[in-house]
Every structure is written in C-alpha cells, then in structure tokens.
C-alpha cells in the first residue's frame, strides 16, 4: 500500500514591525522546498497520496454464480493483448504484437488511415491523442475473465475540486476486461470509476458514484463505511457503482442494475497506484497518455471497448 509523508502544514512570516507570527498553509498548496509536485497539477504529491489511502473504498463485487467478470490491472491485460487499427469498411491493421503492448509504447505508436480500395494514404494518425481507430485486443477469451483478487489493482488521480470550492477530488478508476451487460450489449474492457471530494484540508465532502453515462453524488449519511473507506457496489455485468445492495433503474427502461452482497470484497487501499495527470504521469503510469481504445471495435459505439481515464470526460468533471 502506498503511503504519504506527514508534512509541515505551516510556515512562519514576518509581521509588519513585530514578532514572527504563525499562518496556516492549505495542506496541498505549499509552494516551499517540501513540496514534490511530479505530475505539475498545482497539489503536494504526498498530500495527495495520504487522501488517496485514508478514501480508497472498498468494492463490494457480485457473487460468483452472477458475475465472472471480474477486475484487472493495466499490466496484466497489456501482456495479454495487442494493439489494431480499425479501418472502416477495410480490414484492421496490427501496430503491435500479441504480449508487446507496454505502458512505456501504447502512446508512441502512429498508423495511416485507408482510402480508395483499402490502400493507405499520407494522413497519419497518433495513439497519444483521442484516437478511438486504435484499439487493444486479446485474442484468448481467457482474457475477458479477469485475474484473481491478488492482481486488482485501482488507479488514482487527484486534482483540484470543481465542486468543493478549494478542495479536491480523489478519482478510483476500476480496470475490468469485460463489460457483460444485457443481450448483445457488451463490450471488451471496462473503465469505472468514483470520486471523493474533500474540503482544503482533507475532510469527506461527498462521493459521486458513476453509473454508465451518468451517476449520483451521495453524502457521508448516505454511503456505508469501512472505517474511512466508503463502500461500493459493483453492479452485476455493468460494474457500475451503487452504494447499496439493491435494484437500480438505468437509462434504458427495463434494463435494471444490479448489485449484491455475498461476493467477493475489494479493499483497494491493498492495492493502489497514483497515476498522476496525463501529460506527467506519476509511478510509471504513461498509460494515461493512450488514447485508443481497451477493447475491440464493435458494431456500435456502445458494444465498443472506452477509451481509458484520462480520455473520458469524467476525468475532470466528476
């Protein structure tokens, strides 16, 4: 588990004519020799990584006999994929083997689109910008299953809050290979997430919850807690995030979510990386800077593999 260095929360200055008088800093803002600032988003590094411990929740997953798909880490699923270019109305190109996708190449890679008869013309497109044509694949439907509890792992980014002013929004991204919804509905990959909000100096505001193209903002009184660690539900097949076993409407009528006690727990304060911002990774995380897609391109947008965190709008709305 990764943990934040305690730090000095206040510095002295010089009053006009009198004694050194002591001002209280806001925790994450200092601007002195103390601060590490990696990932330039303005936020101390260790402060951000102590309200990323003290908020980790924990994921409450479906029972076995509802739900096979089960979480992942980024690692993982690289060495088990590779990367392709979808070419509409053409046949998809590889850019990169099976098993060598890395998280140091999934953002350097380029490939030229088709035109007339499938051939290749000079306009080059990039896999470090919002590019959905590139996309990860594993051919082994092993895949889709998930690793043992040992390897789910949660990636955390911190920013500055937009709806506590002076605060700070934690966001716990959850990594499944597969999304297994209703009917023909699914899709390879899955990212979710949610967000805690805390005042300046740290304490539980509110956590959004996200649930597909939307979610809901719960207060403490409405979440159960594992000590600090708020508790999630993931919904059976969608991975949505519901604070409470139960039946939940979705934006398609009769397609209810549902989530459940009974199944495994997730305590993902076990098991958590702080990825930084997408043009400065922290820890070794450059996946953020791949914009392709997780999985492979379907029929549809919504039977398509996302794109990853920092590529969705979440990301610094919620």
Request: hydrophobic share 30%; charged share 20%; proline share 5%.
């Amino acid at each position: 588990m990764r943990t934040g260095r305690l730090l000095l929360l206040s510095t002295l200055t010089l009053a006009s004519c009198g004694p050194l008088v002591e001002e209280q800093a806001t925790p994450g803002e200092r601007t002195d020799a103390l601060i590490t600032d990696v990932d330039l988003d303005g936020i101390d590094d260790a402060f951000e990584d102590q309200l990323a411990a003290k908020f980790a929740p924990e994921v409450r997953l479906a029972p076995d006999s509802i739900d096979w798909a089960r979480p992942a880490n980024v690692d993982w699923y690289l060495a088990r994929v590779h990367m392709r270019f979808d070419h509409s109305g053409c046949p998809d190109c590889e850019v990169l083997a099976l098993a060598t996708p890395t998280q140091s190449n999934l953002s350097t890679q380029s490939h030229k689109t088709k035109g007339t008869f499938c051939t290749h013309t000079s306009t080059v497109y990039a896999s470090n910008a919002s590019r959905k044509e590139f996309f990860l694949q594993p051919p082994d439907d092993n895949v889709h299953k998930g690793t043992t509890s040992s390897g789910w792992r949660v990636y955390v980014h911190t920013k500055k809050s937009v709806v506590v002013s002076g605060g700070y929004d934690i966001q716990y991204w959850f990594f499944y290979p597969y999304n297994d919804s209703y009917a023909s509905v699914n899709h390879e990959a899955d990212w979710e997430h949610i967000t805690v909000s805390t005042d300046a100096v740290g304490n539980f505001q509110s956590a959004w919850y996200a649930a597909h193209s939307g979610g809901h903002r719960y207060t403490a009184s409405q979440l159960k807690w594992n000590g600090t660690h708020p508790i999630v539900y993931s919904a059976d097949g969608s991975h949505a995030s519901y604070p409470t076993a139960g039946t939940y409407p979705t934006e398609v009528s009769g397609f209810d979510d549902h989530s459940y006690e009974g199944g495994p727990v997730w305590q993902t304060w076990n098991n958590w990386v702080n990825v930084g911002e997408k043009n400065a990774p922290r820890n070794g995380q450059n996946f953020i800077k791949y914009g392709g897609r997780w999985g492979e391109v379907g029929e549809l947008d919504a039977t398509s593999g996302p794109q990853g965190p920092s590529f969705q709008g979440a990301w610094n709305n919620y």
